[in-house]
């Protein structure tokens, strides 16, 4: 293959992953495909680049650069023209007028930042003067950073050095220009970017030392953050002080966190202290661990949501009043009417600005839902439906008969026509699924909502699992007892014994083995998997059938096999050849074109070089372009085979049969085994090794692991 070296814009990024990006590069003469792979850097568009390659021709992707180097590098006068036309969305016609009107002055008007003259001689818009000064600046200025990065860290590893520059061009993009002076004033600002490793490697090589207060402050906000990631907002000195140890030594421990307490009680803290109320009453060691510590964006986030939900509460709002004889009467679809526990729960929600309904799979939660519903609109007022997931806010719409949507949609909706909400008559704002709700996915829609009159419900199981993110807000709702609630616990749907399981879970306690709820105990991960195999061949007579694992891995393992076997014998869509027809799926993504959401399940019937057929569980038949069977950009597919589904996939959806893999590790809590357990509606057959099951329980809950500022 030929060796080459040119430089160029690079004018679009076609695929970035970890360890390989593609993208072209816009050159004096043409654009140029080069493909990168087995870099710790990565490039954006409208960054200008040295590439060193060879040419390969591919027979599927046609002549394209296998780069060996690339590098950002200055933009030259003979490469101006390709600059513009990459970087700027500057037209062909309007670089070429620029370079004839300015000649070799261009590049001195735009060092300089000209924009006036750029304007007027050039005979541009101002805009485009301005764009163009900006762009050039910003690659000029990444330059100049990249070479000091290089130069303070000469002395490490290639891919260490392309690491931090990498999260140094992050830095960039948010101090800009002066970027190179606040890392050499605290190179630990650098962390916002990346981690606490790369911070501290590029301090040593700056030749910060252990104690100095900026390494230890950076060091209590990273452990602050890794406690945030794993769901608490704020944590105490008893609970951090491990971790903390681990990053700056445990002679340097105590002095962190009485730096860190000293920082808080500045004009503008990086940390936020809190105190118990007995703190007078504390020795001076007790007073210095019982404080709470947490970032200022959880407790910002945390006491907007509890002042607006506190406001709602003292307001009030208007009742809308129906008789006990008209909910007696009432009749859901088929033909049933509401049972005490319903109607009280209906009331609850007419009545109050702010209210839970919660209870288990089958108490009934839609039924409620879809009587308030009903009489809420009668009433001349309106209903909104949101859920944190669209397999959730899908099976909504289905059971209610009314519309709904997920907590993102509703958002990008109102920020694109900030008027949305006007249409809406003091609406029933329905969250479901509220356990899984965030504290800050909460603090976005009160935003939107703040100042508008509203009935907020809060649906849900508080035994479910609790948020992916940081935060309680529905538990510690359901806590308080400021805030009006109705607990559902007479089951509709689950069979006597899936239900005295689910009891006996909430309880921590063991349940037995029965017709509805098998048993079995396998000796190994590979005889759960071999097992699971075998007992979804002896069940596929059921109208719908999933396995429930913990681990992606053990998910994918399961479902490679459930293929091969189930429809080894099938024809191959040939658009994607991994898929066979009667493939059981899921989608991963929301796609509102083909009208299916992220957990959409179904099953292939059909396809060819183009399209793959699904017949969804809910939406119903959906042709699926192959184009949008995998995700061009990152590359992973979007269609998957969905025999087998984590525990989180699952949530909101039933089965007549469940197969549950109890994995034994800490992931598999008391709300993970009652979810999976939860999701069957005729019987369940879990499949454990020895000891998994009691020490999920043991585990307790979640949530209750979680430390949180949040309560009313």
């Not at 976005?444 to 649906?459: G, N, S, T, W, Y």
Request: net charge neutral.
């Amino acid at each position: 293959m030929e060796e080459v070296i040119f430089a160029g814009t690079i004018s679009n990024v076609l695929y970035s992953h970890e360890d390989q990006q593609i993208f072209r590069v816009q050159t004096q003469k043409k654009a140029i495909k080069v493909v990168l792979s087995h870099s710790h850097a990565h490039f954006e568009q409208g960054e200008h680049v040295q590439v060193i390659g060879q040419i390969e021709l591919n027979y599927k992707y046609g002549e394209q650069v296998i780069a060996s180097s690339v590098e950002l590098c200055d933009v030259s006068n003979d490469l101006i023209k390709s600059f513009l036309i990459s970087t700027n969305g500057v037209g062909e016609k309007t670089a070429n007028k620029l370079i004839v009107n300015l000649g070799n002055d261009l590049l001195n008007l735009i060092e300089k930042r000209d924009i006036s003259a750029i304007e007027k001689q050039g005979n541009v818009s101002k805009n485009i003067a301005e764009v163009i000064c900006f762009n050039w600046h910003k690659q000029a200025g990444k330059v100049e950073l990249i070479k000091f990065i290089r130069e303070v860290l000469k002395d490490i590893s290639q891919k260490e050095i392309s690491a931090i520059i990498k999260i140094a061009k992050k830095a960039y993009s948010f101090y800009k220009d002066e970027t190179e002076n606040k890392l050499r004033d605290d190179p630990y600002r650098i962390w916002a970017f990346g981690t606490f490793k790369q911070a501290e490697l590029f301090a040593s090589a700056l030749k910060i030392k252990r104690d100095d207060k900026r390494r230890l402050l950076c060091a209590v906000e990273d452990v602050l953050f890794t406690h945030l990631k794993k769901g608490s907002t704020q944590t105490s000195p008893l609970n951090f002080s491990k971790d903390l140890e681990k990053l700056v030594g445990k002679d340097l421990v105590i002095k962190s966190i009485v730096l860190a307490l000293d920082q808080s009680k500045t004009p503008d803290p990086r940390i936020v202290v809190t105190e118990p109320p007995n703190f007078n009453d504390l020795s001076d060691t007790d007073r210095l661990y019982s404080r709470m510590f947490a970032l200022p964006s959880a407790v910002i986030m945390e006491n907007y949501v509890r002042e607006q939900i506190k406001t709602r509460l003292m307001q009030g709002i208007l009742n809308i009043t129906v008789s006990e004889s008209e909910l007696e009467d009432y009749t859901i679809p088929g033909g049933h009417n509401l049972s005490h526990q319903q109607r009280e729960a209906v009331k609850v929600v007419l009545s109050n600005a702010v209210s839970c309904v919660s209870g288990g799979a089958g108490t009934g939660k839609t039924s409620v839902l879809y009587c308030a519903h009903n009489l809420i609109t009668n009433a001349g007022n309106s209903v909104l439906q949101v859920a944190l997931s669209g397999k959730a806010s899908r099976r909504l719409a289905q059971q209610t008969e009314q519309d709904a949507m997920t907590i993102e949609k509703l958002l990008k909706t109102i920020e694109y026509n900030p008027d949305y909400l006007n249409q809406f008559q003091t609406p029933l704002v329905l969250i479901d699924e509220a356990s899984m709700v965030d504290i800050h996915s909460m603090y976005r829609i009160l935003k939107v909502l703040e100042k508008r009159p509203a009935r907020l419900v809060f649906v849900g199981d508080w035994a479910q699992l609790s948020p992916v993110g940081p935060g309680l807000v529905y538990h510690k709702l359901m806590e308080s007892e400021f805030v009006p609630k109705v607990e559902l616990t007479q089951n509709f749907r689950s069979t006597k014994n899936i239900l005295e399981a689910s009891e006996a879970i909430k309880a921590g306690k063991t349940f037995e083995h029965s017709k509805e709820v098998n048993i079995i105990e396998c000796r190994s991960l590979d005889e759960m998997e071999k097992q699971s195999i075998r007992q979804y061949e002896l069940h596929l007579s059921a109208q719908s059938i999933h396995i429930i694992a913990a681990r992606t891995r053990t998910v994918a393992t399961i479902n490679l096999q459930l293929h091969r076997l189930i429809t080894k014998n099938r024809k191959i869509v040939a658009c994607a050849p991994h898929f066979r027809v009667g493939d059981s799926v899921v989608y991963k993504a929301n796609n509102e074109e083909l009208g299916i959401v992220n957990g959409s399940t179904g099953v292939v019937i059909g396809g060819n070089d183009e399209i793959i057929e699904v017949d969804f569980d809910i939406e119903g038949l959906v042709v699926i372009p192959k184009e949008q069977v995998t995700n061009s950009h990152g590359g992973e597919y979007l269609l998957q085979h969905g025999y087998a589904l984590t525990c989180h996939a699952s949530q909101g959806s039933e089965f007549d049969v469940v197969i549950v893999v109890v994995e034994n590790f800490e992931l598999v809590d008391r709300s993970w085994l009652y979810t999976a357990i939860t999701r069957a509606k005729r019987k369940v057959i879990v499949l454990t090794m020895p000891e998994s099951i009691n020490n999920s329980l043991k585990r307790g809950f979640n949530y209750k692991l979680r430390e949180v500022g949040f309560e009313i």
